[in-house]
């Protein structure tokens, strides 16, 4: 077959259980296991990696979800991988940085299929 991997610009640094979703022609990158906090974008038109910011809670295992715009970061385990966490974390890439938001079992946030929904 005609099917071939191309090598494209390396993160800025190894990383794994980290998670991504897709913005525009842009892939954003959020936290995991990794001595590099942050969160980062790769151009696929410009083969570039950059940096934009830090991340308030260092997590891995964690999902992102996009959400009109936004992006929701989700559980995971803390950098000493043994806390599970129940924060929630939004990120606009559009207006401030981010803000975390505090959530518990009783909270109407839950995840689906990659969504962010919640109930009446």
Known sequence: ??????????????????????LGNQIYSFDGWS????????DP????????????????????NLVNGKV????GYSSSSTEVLDTVKEYD??????KPLSIDSKDKITTLWGEVKTKN
């Open 35 to 42: 001595a590099y906090r942050s969160i980062q974008v790769y």
């Open 93 to 98: 890439p559009f207006r401030a940085p981010k």
């Open 1 to 22: 077959g005609t099917d071939t991997w191309i090598k494209k610009k390396d993160m800025l640094g190894g990383n794994s259980d980290f998670a991504t979703c897709v």
């Open 45 to 64: 038109g410009t083969d570039t990696w950059k940096a934009l910011t830090e991340t308030y809670t260092e997590r891995w295992g964690h999902t992102a």
């Open 72 to 75: 929701y970061i989700i559980g």
